[in-house]
């Protein structure tokens, strides 16, 4: 649980999309989606770190956008 306050990582389902269009032969641009499904986790924290419950709870939701030309 200690690992899981300082770098959480808790999400275990997700769902992405994406899409490219070719406005022509050279151009290309590309749009991207992820949404992770909020997850929570509890557990007990060391005592050498203070002791007790931590509860960490997360969702993430990400955009891409990407552009490429070819010469």
């Given at each position: 649980m200690l690992?899981?306050?300082l770098a959480p990582g808790v999400v275990?389902?997700?769902v992405t999309v994406g899409l490219t269009w070719t406005p022509s032969p050279n151009q290309e641009l590309t749009v991207a989606y992820?949404?992770?499904?909020?997850?929570?986790?509890?557990?007990?924290i060391p005592a050498a770190f203070g002791g007790g419950?931590?509860?960490?709870?997360?969702?993430?939701?990400?955009?891409g956008v990407a552009y490429r030309w070819r010469f």
């Amino acid at each position: 649980m200690l690992f899981n306050i300082l770098a959480p990582g808790v999400v275990t389902d997700h769902v992405t999309v994406g899409l490219t269009w070719t406005p022509s032969p050279n151009q290309e641009l590309t749009v991207a989606y992820m949404h992770a499904f909020a997850n929570s986790v509890t557990g007990p924290i060391p005592a050498a770190f203070g002791g007790g419950t931590a509860n960490i709870n997360l969702s993430e939701d990400s955009l891409g956008v990407a552009y490429r030309w070819r010469f």
